[in-house]
Structures are given as structure tokens and as C-alpha cells.
């Protein structure tokens, strides 16, 4: 699990419930069932109207890659690609057929079955490029639910308070209890900003950023499968590599991406990286 965005949630309902405190509130003030009732259960339904059912039984995988702790060993998949340029170089691409079915990346399999197949450059970047785009597509599935979540609760909270606010209008009879009852009110409204900011939009962007590291990585993959049926010099594939590592550390840089109907030679493909 990554215990950050576990810290994160954990640091923003303190620092909200803290702050409350300390102007002198009272913590059973912030617990009110009906409030939350309304704004979960709302949100929820809404969501449910919202997706068809294939759709939200991708929630528990979306949470899974929300929470699980990255494993994305980029350096190592260099040091294979180089690796298996070299023996390609030495031995021919047929050698690669046992170190490539004995790999634990499956889109790595993949390609470099197709280049063991003989199967022609421009068939192998469409196919891989299709399936990199239908991983980015699914990825993306998953943040809208959560964003979507994260615009239906502020709205469900202040459909709670204005429901609230209705009931106190109709008990103006008692002034005593207009003031307590209004703030109760004003519970829902809370709860709905405050789970959309500090739960759902927030894993919709953490899906987002694990999507964008997945991506950068089968990347990088696809340039060494082509580099590797290409027969390129390992030390010029670990060069045209190397600059993926800087790109996933860069999270504001996007890499360059092709569709599957354009063809570029790898050569192009490594000075566009290095601009």
C-alpha cells in the first residue's frame, strides 16, 4: 500500500476537525448521521445512475491502483532491453525467444514475440501503440468515476443543508433552537466540499499520475522492442532510454506520442525524446 495518500487523507480530516477545535467547536457537532446519509448515499446513487455496471465493478481494481505502492522498475527495464539488444546483435533475434518468454512484463513479452515472428516494424508499433492506448482509456475510466464522485457531493451537500434549512423555517416557532439547528444544517454542505476535496477528486489525480508512470514505462518498452528489431548498438539503446527516466521524473513533460497510422524511424523517434 502507499501509505502516502493514506497520510495525506489522514492529515487533511485532522488539520479540518483541528482547526474546528480550536475556534472553540465541539466534536460531536461534526457528527451528524442524517447529513452524512444524505451526501454519501446521494453521491453514491448519483454515481450508480451515472456508469453502467461493467463500469463501477472497476472500482475496487481503481482503488487498488490508487492506494497500491508503485512498482515500476524502469532502470531494470533498461538494463534487460540493453541486454537483449546485445544478444540480438550477437545471436539474432531468435535467441531472444526463451529470455523473452521468461520476463514478468507481459507487453514486453508481447512485442518481442512479434519481432521473434518476423512481423514487420510498422504492424508492431500499431499493435503496441493500440494496446497503450486502450490501457490509457481504461485508466482514464477509472479517475472519472472518482472525479465525477467528486462533483456530485458538494451538490448533494447542499441539497442536505437546504433540506436542513427547510426544516428550521418550519420551526420558527421555537428561536431558541434556530441558531443549533442552522449549523446542524450546515453539516452536509461540510461534508460533501470535504470528501470531494480530500477524498474523491484527490484519487481520481493519484489514478492519474499512476496511469502516467504506467504509460511512460510500456513507452519506453515499445522504443526498445523497435530499437532491438532494428539492431541498433546496445549503448545507443540505453542512451535513447535514458531519456525516459528523465521524463518520469519530470511529471510536467509529456512525452511525444504517435498515432498508429503515422510512422516515424526510431532515429526520429530519439531526437524528438532528447528535445
Known amino acids: 500500500m502507499d501509505i502516502t495518500i493514506v497520510l495525506g487523507i489522514i492529515a487533511g480530516i485532522i488539520a479540518l476537525i483541528g482547526g474546528f ?107 503496441l501503440e493500440l494496446e497503450l492506448d486502450a490501457i490509457g482509456h481504461k485508466h482514464e475510466g477509472y479517475a472519472k468515476i472518482f472525479e465525477s ?47 470531494a476535496n480530500l477524498i474523491f477528486l484527490p484519487i481520481a489525480s493519484k489514478i492519474r499520475a499512476a496511469s502516467e508512470s504506467e504509460i511512460i514505462t510500456m513507452d519506453l518498452l515499445l522504443q526498445g522492442i523497435l530499437a532491438i528489431q532494428n539492431g541498433e548498438n546496445p549503448k545507443l539503446v540505453r542512451k535513447k532510454l ?8 519530470n511529471i510536467d513533460r509529456k512525452l511525444p506520442r504517435r498515432s498508429p497510422t503515422e510512422s516515424a524511424s526510431p532515429k526520429e523517434d530519439f531526437h524528438e525524446n532528447a528535445r
Open 242 to 249: 535514458e531519456f525516459f527516466i528523465r521524463s518520469e521524473q
Open 21 to 127: 477545535l480550536w475556534e472553540g467547536g465541539q466534536f460531536t457537532g461534526l457528527l451528524q448521521g442524517t447529513s452524512a446519509l444524505i451526501v454519501f448515499g446521494g453521491t453514491f446513487a448519483a454515481v450508480v445512475i451515472s456508469y453502467p455496471a461493467s463500469k463501477l465493478k472497476t472500482i475496487p481494481t481503481a482503488l487498488r491502483m490508487a492506494f497500491s505502492r508503485e512498482d515500476n522498475p524502469t532502470e531494470q527495464y533498461i538494463e534487460d532491453l540493453v541486454s537483449m539488444a546485445a544478444t540480438s546483435r550477437r545471436s539474432g533475434v531468435l535467441a531472444l525467444e526463451r529470455i523473452s518468454s521468461e520476463h514478468p512484463n507481459a507487453f514486453l513479452r508481447e512485442g518481442l514475440q512479434l519481432v521473434i515472428d518476423g512481423t514487420e516494424q510498422e504492424q508492431i508499433k500499431q499493435i
Open 149 to 195: 464522485a467528486g462533483g456530485y457531493a458538494p451538490t448533494m451537500g447542499i441539497i442536505g443543508t437546504v433540506m436542513g434549512l427547510i426544516h428550521v423555517l418550519g420551526s420558527l416557532t421555537e428561536p431558541t433552537a434556530l441558531g443549533p439547528s442552522i449549523a446542524v444544517a450546515f453539516i452536509a454542505t461540510l461534508y460533501g466540499v470535504a470528501s
